[in-house]
């Protein structure tokens, strides 16, 4: 059967189109935001556990960072339907174009999250109970953009709650670590979420939209680098209290040329190079992992020696 605008599509057509526009709709198709979350949790998740973690908090947590990462983009787009059909760069989401309606959008929202708790059923009562926290913040970060010139600081709580949860999971309690590591996982956050917003900020000041990217101003590089000194300073008291060795310091010390890079990616602020800025976090919060991850191994390896 043919209409107007050419032939009608099957119905295994039509459910392809579906699933490719919920797909675009959770950011599957950029999955830079996952990593970003990711990172943070993994660093977690290793000092936690000492090395490398149980296999089931880890998958458990790992599926958990792309199933409230999805669901957070869901949301986010629910919360800014007014703003972003206004917003060059985000004008072709699917909420905005009307692909994707925004009841069919709570309903992908929630039927994520349930997964995601279905998934922290399975672990200690504490760690469900803090995943109520990390859905409330998930939830309400998108509407904070609209009353506060802050919300890439909570976004950095929302993005770092999984560092908590994995203390909370692996040991039972959340010592003052897994704390310092959460604060500087919220400099980290603000810090490249400061680029993102970077990218919008003539758009998001046209339609009274708020982001630290505004309030900074002029001194927008300036803030960038306190925000990015705080992230170190946090990181080095927690590689000191969790008594890490020289790998460890050794990724910090190339995740401070990788941030240094950053700052001469976008120090013209331009939008292509701001967003490459942001883009380019994914290698530190890789990096840090990195230095995590071989100091635990190798100093196993020392002791089995």
Known sequence: MNDRNGPALTAPALWRER?????????????????????????????????????????????????????????????????????????????????????????VFAALMLVAFALVLTLNRLTVWMSVVGVFLAASYPYLKRYTYLPQVYLGMAFGWGIPMAFAALTGHVPPLAWVLYVANIFWATAYDTWYAMVDREDDIRMGARSTAILFGELDLIAQGVLYAGMFAALALAGRSAGMGPWYWAGLGVAVVLVAWEFGIARSRARADCFRAFLHNHWVGLTIFAGIALDFALRAKTLAA
Do not use: M
């Open 19 to 107: 699933l490719h526009q919920y797909w675009q709709l959770v950011r599957g198709d950029r999955p830079i935001g996952w990593l970003l979350l990711l990172w943070p949790t993994w660093w977690g998740l290793w000092l936690a556990a000492k090395g490398v973690p149980p296999a089931w908090p880890l998958l458990v947590f790992t599926l958990g960072v792309w199933l409230t990462r999805s669901a957070g983009c869901v949301i986010n787009d629910y919360a800014d339907r007014w703003l972003d059909g206004h917003v060059e760069r985000t004008r072709a989401r699917p909420l905005v174009t009307g692909a994707v309606s925004g009841r069919e959008a709570l309903a």
